[in-house]
Every structure is written in C-alpha cells, then in structure tokens.
Nanobody, 125 residues
C-alpha cells in the first residue's frame, strides 16, 4: 500500500507559477512510475504528466508541454509538478498517482494503482 499526499495548490493569477508536491508517507516511491492528473468540475480526470521510476523519461499532455515539468526527489520520497505560465483553463483539482510498472508512462488513470487526495489549483484571469 502506498499513501500519497499532495500539497502546494492554491490561487494564482494567470501567468503565475505554482509547484505541487506529492510525498509518499508509507513506502518508498523509488520503484514506481509516477503521474499527475487533473480534474475540473463536471469533467473526467485528465492526464497531465508522468515519469518513469528512473526519472529519465517523461511524458506530458499537449496542453501543458513547455509550461509544466515533472521531477522526482528520491531522498525526499517526493514527486513534483512545476507549473509555469498558468492559464485559467489549468484550474482543477490535481492528483498524483503511482504505477507499479516502473517503465510505464501511462496516460490513462485506470493504469495507476495508488492515488493522493488531490490539491486544488485555481488560476484567475
């Protein structure tokens, strides 16, 4: 069992930045592929970014390429999502997730085994 806890969400103006953190409070994340998803009210949970267990390969949704960066800190047992040049359409609850398949860069939420509780990001225009 992996328990994930997100933090770092908040209210920011368009063009601003936020860094989300997702820390595992139980087992180490070092052997998991990790992803970030987001869900706006009335919509499905959408893929944002993913990284393999090594951190050497990443994948991003087209809507965030060039603005968001996923990274991981093994010592801190944490995965981050740096979000720059935020837009109002980035407003959503952001979730981190862990995938037992180390080399996977899954874009479908059903492929992830463990999820955090989410953190709200609101971007004002």
């Amino acid at each position: 069992q992996v328990q994930l806890v997100e933090s770092g969400g908040g209210l920011v103006q368009a063009g601003g930045s936020l860094r989300l953190s997702c820390r595992a409070s139980s087992r180490t994340l070092s052997t998991y592929a990790l992803g970030w998803f987001r869900q706006a009210p009335g919509t499905e949970r959408d893929f944002v970014a993913a990284t393999t267990w090594s951190g050497r390969s990443m994948s991003y949704a087209d809507s965030v390429k060039g603005r968001f960066t996923i990274s991981r800190d093994y010592a801190a047992n944490t995965v981050y999502l740096q979000m720059n040049r935020l837009k109002p359409e980035d407003t959503a609850v952001y979730y981190c997730a862990a995938d037992l398949r180390q080399y996977n860069l899954a874009t479908m939420s059903a492929e992830y085994e463990y999820w955090g509780q989410g953190t709200q990001v609101t971007v004002s225009s």
